[in-house]
């Protein structure tokens, strides 16, 4: 059974920083590409961060600079290490999972306050 499984979320002030975590099981998960999307409220989800099976990262301009992807291969884990987050960061993070099959997770709340 695939299950990605998302955490860390929570609710900082401007300017402080949240890891999201998500925690894969049921498939390959080193031949798979890995990504990040949010979804903030009345908005279209959109694309934050992504890593390759080959580590290779890309990032949408608004978190360049401030949002840092990575993957543990061992734990199955794929991780977004948020800083400097901004009141326009708030929204529901997704996990996604991308090879031949793609799957999402249930997403973890960010909340920024001002």
């Known amino acids: 059974q695939v299950q990605l499984v998302e955490s860390g979320g929570g609710l900082v002030q401007s300017g402080g920083s949240l890891r999201l975590s998500c925690a894969a099981s049921g498939f390959t998960f080193s031949s798979y590409g890995m990504s990040w999307y949010r979804q903030a409220p009345g908005k279209e989800r959109e694309l934050v961060a992504d890593?390759?099976?080959?580590?290779?990262?890309y990032y949408v301009d608004s978190v360049k600079g401030r949002f840092t992807i990575s993957r543990d291969n061992a734990k199955k884990t794929v991780y977004l290490q948020m800083n400097s987050l901004k009141p326009e960061d708030t929204a529901l993070y997704y996990c996604y999972a991308r090879s031949v099959r793609s799957y999402w997770g249930q997403g973890t709340q960010v909340t920024v306050s001002s």
């Open positions: 890593i390759t099976s080959a580590g290779a990262t």
